[in-house]
């Protein structure tokens, strides 16, 4: 079935880097823009990074331009979030999340990773 | 890229209908007709429950529907049921190809 995993979470220092991973099965993963949005504690959601199916426009909200790299590698069918220059107010599970081409909604999310930045 | 504005809580009665509204701009909601509504349970991962402003996806209830009137978008839940109580985001396309989400709304089915 379709499925996507996240993971790489955990806690990091403010000024460090982390990178998350998405895997994903059930699809062809080549087809599909892919999202990263996530959720501060007890807040709302926020959406993070939008990168084509194929790689080639990558798009980022304003909160994380500069600081956060979104990247795919089709071969291996798996999403990734590269974050530099870690702040306290990036903490928040991170959820990925897949677009059709053709489509601006997210049809599928998966489970979240947890990210706290604190020293 | 201001979120979209949404009722910080509604509530209704099992078997009663409630309204939740989400207010953008002419760059987002009024632009486009790519709004849609997703449901999270505490915990739990979004779910798809509206796209392209007034689409159900398979499997979810037509007890849900949603609208648009210039600038604002509605979610509509007509026969309330306990299994409603969660919150309710709206996403809308941008005219800067990114996403925005409304700041969430809680459902309480007393």
């Known amino acids: 079935q379709v499925q996507l995993v996240d993971s790489g979470g955990g806690v990091v220092q403010p000024g460090r880097s982390l990178r998350l991973s998405c895997a994903a099965s059930g699809f062809t993963f080549s087809s599909y823009g892919m999202h990263w949005v996530r959720q501060a504690p007890g807040k709302g959601l926020e959406w993070v990074a939008l990168i084509w199916f194929d790689g080639s426009f990558k798009y980022y909200a304003d909160s994380v331009e500069g600081r956060f790299t979104i990247s795919r590698d089709n071969s291996k069918n798996t999403l990734y979030l590269q974050m530099n220059s870690l702040r306290a107010e990036d903490t928040a599970v991170y959820y990925c999340a897949r677009e059709t081409t053709v489509t601006y909604f997210f049809d599928c999310w998966g489970q979240g990773t947890l990210v706290t930045v604190s020293s | 890229q201001s979120a979209l504005t949404q009722p910080a809580s509604v509530s209704g009665s099992p078997g009663q209908s409630i309204t939740i509204s989400c207010t953008g701009t002419?760059?987002?909601?009024?632009?486009?007709?790519?709004v849609s509504w997703y449901q999270q349970h505490p915990g739990k991962a979004p779910k798809l429950m509206i796209y392209?402003?007034?689409n159900r996806p398979s499997g979810v209830s037509n007890r849900f529907s949603g609208s648009k009137s210039g600038n604002t978008a509605s979610l509509t839940i007509s026969g309330l049921q306990a299994e409603d109580e969660a919150d309710y985001y709206c996403s809308s396309y941008t005219s800067s190809s990114t996403r925005v989400f409304g700041g969430g709304t809680k459902l309480t089915v007393l």
């Open positions: 392209d402003v007034s």
């Open positions: 002419s760059s987002d909601v009024g632009a486009y007709n790519y």
